[in-house]
């Protein structure tokens, strides 16, 4: 700016000189706003460098087939297993079985078997004890033909052929649930209770509804053939 108290006020009145303060003014203007410019810009971004220690694979689902020790999950030819089913240690899938998505079958403690043509629907929990109230083997074994829906928890217990779990129904240590029956959604089956032949049971603790008819039971397998 002192260079501005130079000019007299008559070289002000020409337009050349009149050029020149304005040109004056804008490189002063133009100093005094660049620090405060240069104080708010964003910083830049550092450039990402891939780490060359990662391992790259390419991600298309998840299927955990998860041995313990000796055990090791053993899945049929022609049985479907979903992308992302956990499958732990003693798990036994027989043909024509199905394990659907989100369930987990954790075989840690003991035997898990899911039998022929039947079906473990999504985000089901299988797991079993080291032992059963009723002194029964305390696997956890699931006969052929049997629908377990999705939801459920099983933990040691036998289900016996051509047989119904409704889903978010949960069955205790040592439970049976025998050939020919349901239990309806939401139910809970108590340690070592038994569900006789043929028989519809629901509630909470799960109870005798009504028996089943003749045509009801024969469609029970018929629903995992279509």
């Not at 074994?141 to 129904?169: D, K």
Request: hydrophobic content about 40%; charged content about 20%.
């Amino acid at each position: 700016m002192a260079s501005l108290a130079r000019f007299s006020r008559r070289c002000l009145t020409s337009a050349s000189h009149r050029h020149l303060l304005r040109r004056s003014l804008a490189t002063a203007a133009a100093a005094v706003k660049a620090p405060e410019s240069s104080s708010s810009r964003p910083p830049t971004a550092e450039k990402i460098v891939e780490c060359t220690d990662r391992v790259k694979w390419d991600y298309r689902g998840q299927r955990r087939i998860i041995p313990l020790g000796q055990w090791l999950p053993k899945i049929a030819v022609d049985a479907y297993v979903a992308p992302n089913v956990v499958l732990a240690g003693q798990v036994n899938v027989l043909d024509g079985s199905s394990v659907w998505n989100g369930a987990v079958l954790r075989g840690d403690l003991n035997k898990i078997t899911v039998g022929f043509c039947s079906n473990v629907q999504e985000k089901c929990v299988v797991h079993a004890a080291w032992s059963s109230p009723t002194g029964l083997p305390a696997e956890t074994m699931i006969e052929r033909f049997v629908t377990v829906g999705a939801y459920c928890l099983l933990r040691s217990c036998h289900i016996e052929p051509e047989c119904i779990i409704g889903q978010h129904s949960i069955l205790m240590e040592g439970s049976l649930v025998e050939t020919h029956s349901i239990l309806e959604a939401g139910s809970v089956l108590p340690p070592g209770r038994r569900i006789p032949t043929g028989e519809l049971w629901a509630g909470n603790p799960a109870r005798f509804v009504r028996k089943l008819t003749h045509e009801e039971t024969v469609e029970i397998p018929n629903l995992l053939l279509r």
